[in-house]
């Protein structure tokens, strides 16, 4: 795929159901937030400055990704996209309604724009009270 190609199929600006990550390391919190709020992909070897750094499909990049899958009880879909010699991950993360997914710290999070943000106090169950019911 061009770079161009890739833009095109992505865009590139954050929002709720996209996110870009230099590597695997801090993808949880995303998986989190995205599974909680209305699912989306975050691209593994894109940095925030939208540039494509690239990311080692090596035994590390794959036992974290299947790490937080496991961690989360979120079912990840993940894709491997040639892009212009460099290799991106894609990770699908389905939204989870009605079920509960948090940090392994315990923490509640959802997408606001393109950023992840914790819900507190009596936040929580209203965010919980709006969410479909999955039936």
Do not use: Y
Request: aromatic fraction near 4%; hydrophobic fraction near 40%; glycine fraction near 12%.
């Amino acid at each position: 795929m061009t770079r161009r190609g890739f833009w095109r199929r992505f865009g590139r600006i954050e929002h709720e159901r996209l996110e870009f990550k230099a590597s695997v390391n801090h993808i949880c919190e995303s998986v989190v937030a995205m599974a909680m709020t209305c699912g989306g992909t975050i691209l593994v070897g894109v940095s925030d400055q939208r540039h494509l750094v690239g990311c080692a499909i090596d035994q590390q990049a794959l036992d974290r990704i299947a790490g937080v899958a496991h961690d989360t009880q979120v079912d990840l879909g993940v894709e491997f996209l040639a892009v212009a010699g460099r290799t991106v991950i894609a990770i699908s993360v389905p939204a989870v309604a009605p079920r509960v997914v948090t940090t392994p710290d315990g923490r509640l999070l959802r997408r606001i724009g393109g950023s992840n943000r914790p819900l507190l106090g009596d936040g929580v169950p209203r965010f919980l009270g709006a969410r479909p019911s999955g039936h």
